[in-house]
């Protein structure tokens, strides 16, 4: 498996948008992806992402 690295982008309730690059292979699931940048945000000192996976921008760059 070549490991790649994905962008996801996640609405906020605030209105903006956070990305957060996620490094996995290129076969991984999508809701992987999301919930690994999920976690990543809600650990963060930023407001609340939205939890929805149909919310979520996910798209590989590498």
Do not use: N
């Amino acid at each position: 498996m070549e490991s790649g690295c994905w962008l996801v982008a996640l609405p906020s309730i605030d209105g903006r948008e956070y990305v957060y690059r996620v490094y996995a292979p290129g076969d991984a699931l999508l809701a992987d992806l999301f919930w690994e940048a999920w976690h990543c945000h809600d650990e963060g000192p930023f407001p609340r992402a939205s939890d929805l996976f149909d919310a979520a921008v996910i798209r590989r760059v590498g």
